[in-house]
């Protein structure tokens, strides 16, 4: 009878054992559900996260080259605002002009208007560039002709402007034409 009972505790520990042992692979597989859930929830929510990211990064994009378009388009609208009067003062000298014989009246009406559109576009950030006298500089002027200088010290400066050159802001728009003293 010793020996049975040895027998069934033994029968009773290795089925405590496999039990136990069965316990354990159970909540392993139930860890590495849990595990590979959370990630497959981490990676839906990556995926979500990625997926937002570029569709605002697409919509900024569109917007900023809509803007970018419209600044194109509508860029010199306050130039030419700040250009309509004088437009209206060339309408108003060219009806006169059909009207009066006085050249002279003629003449300073003309000088006038071009006088307020200097100053108009001026006030834009257009600058006459200053050639006459000054070193020749590739940066500024454009040489159409060689002539000799009459003096030493007139070499390489500018001796005539064939076509005056203008700055927009520090920028040059238009290179001047200029003659240069050799």
């Known amino acids: 009878m010793k020996m049975e009972n040895k027998e069934h505790k033994e029968v009773e520990e290795q089925a405590k054992e496999t039990q136990t042992q069965n316990a354990t692979e159970t909540e392993k597989e139930l860890t590495d559900a849990e595990k590979l859930e959370a990630a ?3 990676i839906a929510q990556l995926k979500d996260k990625y997926l937002r990211q570029v569709a ?3 919509n900024y994009r ?3 080259l809509k803007e970018k378009t419209e600044l ?3 860029g010199g609208e306050k130039v030419l605002s700040a250009l309509l009067p004088i437009l209206d003062d060339f309408d108003r000298a060219i009806a006169n002009i059909q009207k009066s014989d006085d050249v002279n009246a003629l003449k300073e009406g003309v000088e006038l208007i071009a006088g307020k559109l200097n100053k108009t ?3 834009q950030g257009l600058q006459k560039m200053d050639t006459i006298g000054k070193p020749f500089d590739t940066d500024y002027h ?3 002709a060689l002539v000799p200088a009459q003096d030493e010290d007139k070499k ?3 001796m005539d402007c064939v076509q005056p050159g203008y700055m927009l802001n520090d ?3 238009r290179h001047a034409k200029v003659v240069v003293g050799n």
């Open 156 to 158: 390489n400066l500018v």
């Open 171 to 173: 920028k040059v728009l």
């Open 40 to 42: 497959n929830e981490e």
């Open 142 to 144: 454009e040489a159409i």
């Open 56 to 58: 605002e990064f697409d």
């Open 72 to 74: 194109i388009l509508n």
């Open 62 to 64: 569109k917007r900023t």
């Open 121 to 123: 576009l001026a006030s």
